[in-house]
């Protein structure tokens, strides 16, 4: 435990110094230090959380002859964990890349404010055992942003004591924010029925966020006669980083007329569909 003890501009002339002594019950002195600064930060380490402890300062006019002034006693009880008020802390998740997620932890520190003498730690992971954890002697400025894999979290903070004991300030399953999802739009589609490699051409601008993955539903719904229909099929995708994107999707059309049509549909990762419905007359 450390506790910070500060005498502002005390009143000394050359050769007088402060005699610091410290007691645990008010009558068994133990000597600490001479201070002689106008102004001085005095640091004492291992003390206990929720003791009350004494201290005497002394103005030593001279130290040969000794000459000392009265004395001045100033008691401090060190505040036991029970006494350090959790933060307020929040948490959430925001998209940082389309790989990466942003895991945010906020607070406000007031003040005054009594802080945890060993600090916070945070733990995050997609399940126990957690599998990440960041501890701070002093929390920074809030917020705190850590870059994660993609998913839900469950995310824990915990304040320390001085013997190093953890008390939960906070626990949460923190599930990523959903972005807005701008659908695809159909630019055009094309079908060559009647070539050697007969093909349909779709071009379309992809959803933003752009997701990974596409699915086009297509089958022939026009021009077999009496012959079996092409059944067509799915045909999935990853779409690239560019707009517009081109897919080519090669067919096998029955042809029992000179006009083929194929039907079908565009899901586009936004959880829309943008339905198609084509014929090429041979």
């Not at 929720?50 to 000392?68: D, M």
């Not at 093909?199 to 959803?207: D, G, M, P, R």
Request: proline share 8%; charged share 10%; with cysteine.
């Amino acid at each position: 435990m450390t506790i910070l003890i500060t005498i502002a501009n005390p009143l000394l002339i050359t050769g007088q110094y402060f005699k610091v002594e410290y007691s645990t019950d008010g009558q068994t002195w133990t000597f600490d230090s001479y201070q002689n600064s106008n102004s001085f930060n005095t640091t004492y380490n291992g003390f206990t959380a929720g003791n009350t402890y004494y201290f005497r300062f002394t103005v030593v006019k001279s130290l040969s002859p000794l000459v000392e002034c009265d004395s001045v006693i100033r008691v401090y009880t060190i505040p036991s964990e029970a006494e350090w008020d959790c933060l307020d802390f929040s948490a959430e998740i925001t998209p940082h890349n389309i790989t990466h997620d942003n895991l945010k932890i906020s607070y406000t520190i007031p003040s005054p404010y009594v802080a945890p003498c060993g600090g916070y730690i945070m733990r995050w992971g997609k399940s126990y055992p957690l599998s990440y954890q960041q501890a701070y002697t002093s929390l920074p400025a809030s917020p705190i942003n850590f870059i994660i894999n993609k998913g839900t979290y469950i995310v824990e903070i915990y304040a320390v004591d001085c013997e190093g004991n953890e008390y939960l300030c906070f626990q949460d399953t923190v599930v990523p924010e959903e972005p807005d999802c701008t659908p695809a739009s159909l630019v055009s589609v094309t079908i060559d029925a009647f070539g050697s490699t007969p093909n349909i051409t779709i071009v379309f601008n992809a959803a933003n966020p752009k997701p990974t993955s596409y699915a086009i539903s297509y089958t022939q719904c026009g021009g077999a006669g009496s012959l079996p229909p092409d059944p067509g099929g799915t045909f999935n995708f990853t779409a690239t980083s560019n707009n517009p994107e081109t897919v080519v999707i090669n067919i096998n059309p029955a042809i029992g007329y000179h006009v083929i049509t194929y039907c079908g549909s565009i899901s586009d990762g936004c959880g829309g569909s943008i339905p198609f419905d084509k014929s090429h007359v041979g």
